[in-house]
């Protein structure tokens, strides 16, 4: 059974700090690894990654895959208050894409 | 604007009362899915559409139906609604294609008594 588990389930930091998060997955046929950022509302696209070791970045988010040891991590630095949210890991695990869900990490970023 | 559109958002309703969820993109996806978000359990996939008239089922499709018979619009159907369905749905898109990327509306948050 594909599985997608998150780590931590939840933590809070102070603003300016720096956060990881980690999303490990155990998939049958594995395509790519998705990261979603969900605030009170519908989840939006942060990152996708296909290839190990080749950083994704977007401002002060950045992510990278290890399809070796089977994980990814999402990094935020210099956190704000704006960054507070759950962030969703999905791995695309067949031809049409379907996403199966981590359930996720709840970040609460403090003043 | 490109979009995904849920109807109703917001909907309390009684055990075996017959509803529709409608979902619609105007992006002219092929690819269509609905999901449940619950508590400590993530998002889960209930049932997707690979085109039009081609549906399958996700993993939780117990109690729900859908149906595909244009390209923009995947009704999710609870024929007899219970009330361990109360959850938030979502429906989604995404081009056929090399990006996984899901589009996302904006959630019903269904409660069931």
């Known amino acids: 059974e594909d599985k997608v588990v998150q780590s931590p389930l939840s933590l809070v930091v102070h603003e300016g700090d720096t956060v990881t998060l980690n999303c490990s997955y155990e998939v049958t046929n594995f395509r790519s690894l998705l990261w979603y950022k969900q605030e009170k509302k519908a989840p939006t696209f942060l990152f996708m990654l296909?290839?190990?070791?080749i950083e994704k970045k977007s401002g002060r988010l950045s992510s990278i895959l290890d399809k070796k040891e089977l994980f990814s991590i999402l990094n935020i630095t210099a956190t704000q208050t704006g960054d507070s949210a759950v962030y969703l890991c999905?791995?695309?695990?067949?031809?049409?894409?379907?996403?199966?869900f981590g359930a996720g990490t709840q970040v609460v970023v403090t003043p | 604007e490109a979009q995904v559109t849920q109807n109703p958002r917001y909907l309390i309703t009684v055990t075996g009362k017959k509803l529709t969820v409608t979902c619609s993109q105007n992006?002219?996806?092929?690819?269509m899915s609905w999901y449940r978000q619950d508590p400590g359990l993530g998002l889960r996939q209930i049932y997707y559409?690979?085109?039009?008239?081609?549906?399958d089922k996700g993993d939780v499709p117990e109690g729900y139906k859908v149906s595909r018979k244009e390209k923009r619009n995947f009704p999710l159907i609870l024929e007899s609604p219970s009330p361990n369905q109360t959850s938030l749905y979502f429906c989604?898109?995404?081009?056929?294609?090399?990006?996984?990327?899901?589009?996302f509306g904006p959630g019903t948050r269904l409660t069931v008594t």
């Open positions: 989604a898109s995404r081009a056929e294609g090399v990006s996984y990327e899901q589009y």
């Open positions: 559409s690979m085109n039009v008239e081609v549906t």
């Open positions: 999905a791995v695309a695990a067949d031809s049409w894409g379907k996403l199966q």
């Open positions: 992006m002219n996806h092929e690819y």
């Open positions: 296909t290839s190990s070791g």
